[in-house]
């Protein structure tokens, strides 16, 4: 997986791009790329999307 603090550049290929965590689409080169961040447990959690309709799917359960 590409480090989710760098750019999504020309170099991702679908092999190694995040996928949307409510449809799993892959997201290369999406200029409508959601990504939501948060501590837990002394851990990073990231969750990326493809679109604000997806982020606002996605059930916030999973974050304290």
């Known amino acids: 997986m590409v480090d989710p603090t760098s750019d999504l550049d ?6 190694n791009a995040p996928a949307c965590a409510v449809c799993g ?3 290369i080169r999406d200029p ?7 501590v837990a447990d002394g851990q990073i959690e990231v969750r990326h999307f493809c679109s604000e ?4 799917e996605w059930d916030d359960s999973e974050r304290p």
């Open 53 to 56: 309709d997806c982020r606002d």
């Open 32 to 38: 409508d790329h959601h990504v939501v961040t948060w």
């Open 10 to 15: 020309e170099d991702v290929d679908e092999s």
């Open 25 to 27: 689409e892959k997201l």
